[in-house]
């Protein structure tokens, strides 16, 4: 069935420097890749989102690469800040539903050290 | 907060005990998901509405958990008999078809379940 990979499951890195979180998917007719952060005890939040039809998307300081041909993404954030710690979520849509459902990664709790 | 919203935001339970929660979408979106979260893992879908009509439910869904969208706005999750591997957060999400923005843009703040 439809399955989402999500790596590293944690990752802590220093205040400035860049985070890479990358995710595989297994349905080759997913579109839609969208990227979510969780603070603690909080909803999840769409962050950056990127379809099928182009290869990479960037808003300040995230940005989203999508490789069709290998079947993975990846969220870039770059001068990472301690308001960055979060959990984030990859998750991928496959429009064959209908539904828009998505299907998340597992997460990744990233920690930024000040 | 203006989105979507959720209640209770809190449930305990006994264990073989029916409970039902609620979700109001924002008010335009006609597309209404609800996910079930536990510790430490991503939202898990549960099932879809678009308007008042139930399209998808998830094949991991037991016949004890039912949810209806009777006019097309506000949804109800419940979940009869309830068994201690329900605890989880139930978390409502909304969208619009109209608009071309994202599949699952506004999560609420969730129900969080405790089956004792």
């Known amino acids: 069935g439809e399955n989402v990979e999500q790596h590293p499951s944690t990752l802590s890195v220093q205040e400035g420097d860049s985070a890479v979180i990358k995710c595989t998917y297994s349905d080759s007719a997913s579109n839609y890749f969208p990227w979510y952060k969780q603070e603690l005890g909080k909803r999840p939040q769409l962050i950056i989102d990127?379809?099928?039809?182009?290869g990479e998307k960037k808003d300040q300081r995230i940005a989203v690469t999508l490789n069709k041909t290998a079947k993975h993404f990846s969220l870039h954030i770059t001068e990472t800040q301690p308001e960055d710690s979060a959990v984030y979520f990859c998750?991928?849509?496959?429009?064959?539903?209908?539904?828009?459902?998505?299907?998340f990664g597992q997460g990744t709790t990233l920690q930024v050290k000040p | 907060d203006t989105g979507v919203s959720q209640n209770p935001r809190h449930k305990i339970t006994k264990r073989g005990q029916n409970v039902t929660f609620r979700c109001d979408p924002i008010s335009e979106h006609n597309r209404l998901y609800w996910y079930r979260q536990t510790l430490g893992q991503g939202p898990e879908f549960l099932t879809y509405f678009q308007n008042e009509a139930q399209l998808e439910k998830s094949r991991l869904l037991s016949d004890r958990f039912s949810a209806e969208r009777p006019k097309g706005s506000f949804s109800t999750l419940e979940i009869q008999r309830t068994e201690q591997g329900d605890s989880a957060m139930y978390l409502c999400a909304s969208s619009s078809s109209m608009t071309g923005g994202p599949l699952v843009g506004t999560f609420g703040s969730g129900t969080r379940l405790t089956v004792v």
């Open positions: 998750a991928a849509s496959n429009p064959s539903s209908n539904t828009g459902k998505l299907i």
């Open positions: 990127i379809r099928s039809n182009v």
